[in-house]
């Protein structure tokens, strides 16, 4: 079966403060994704990376930056947490015909 | 611009009853076509997909979609409900061979007994 884990589930972090979000997968894809998750907004991509050491912004990359070191490791960096950036958090990989997979979300709360 | 439009934000059905959510998309192309379910706290399943072929497509737990290339639509359908189907329920086109998948806002679908 497919995996992709999010190893926080929920974080209640200070405003100020350095958050990091990360998501392992285990379908050796090369392309991964991080998407926001708010009532009302749908899902909104904030990065995406298409291989190792490679990234490119989503549509609300601002406050954010990502890491990829390794295939199977996304990570989400929120320099410092604001209060606007409380929100659930998906990851996700894409495998073969662009079918999209998904982590169970990380819920943060900024406080 | 491409879009995805789920017109119905919530909708309640009865347990047995039908089903129906409504999917149009706006693309210049036939891109890749998706629903997806979401439980409460959880992330997104994959229900069925549309790359090519047979319009009509099955996907888990009894649902099915039909795309319809002259309304550009892909509505999901599913002939009896159950209350487990109480979740929220989003279209998604991916243009083929590309990196940006755009969800729709998502159709909350309630259960009453």
């Known amino acids: 079966d497919v995996k992709v884990t999010q190893s926080s589930r929920y974080l209640v972090k200070r405003t100020g403060e350095k958050v990091f979000l990360e998501c392992v997968q285990d379908m050796d894809h090369e392309n991964m994704f991080w998407y926001r998750q708010d009532p009302g907004l749908g899902l909104r991509l904030i990065y995406f990376s298409y291989d190792v050491k490679m990234k490119e912004k989503g549509d609300i990359p601002e406050g954010y930056s990502v890491s990829r070191e390794k295939k199977e490791r996304f990570s989400l960096i929120l320099e410092s947490a604001s209060t606007n950036q409380t929100s659930m958090y998906l990851c996700?990989?894409?495998?073969?015909?662009?079918?999209?997979?998904f982590g169970e979300g990380s819920w943060l709360t900024v406080v | 611009a491409q879009s995805v439009t789920q017109p119905d934000i919530h909708i309640t059905v009865s347990e047995g009853a039908s089903l129906e959510l409504r999917c149009n998309y706006s693309?210049?192309?036939?891109?890749?076509l998706f629903w997806y379910v979401q439980s409460p706290g959880q992330g997104l399943q994959l229900l069925l997909k549309y790359f090519s072929g047979d319009t009509l497509v099955q996907g888990i737990k009894g649902f099915e979609a039909e795309f319809k290339r002259s309304q550009s639509s892909f509505n999901l359908r599913k002939p009896s409900v159950h209350w487990s189907d109480a979740a929220e329920y989003f279209c998604a086109v991916a243009p083929t061979g590309g990196f940006k998948t755009i969800f729709g806002a998502g159709t909350r679908l309630f259960v009453k007994a």
């Open positions: 996700a990989s894409r495998g073969d015909g662009d079918t999209i997979y």
């Open positions: 693309y210049g192309a036939t891109p890749y």
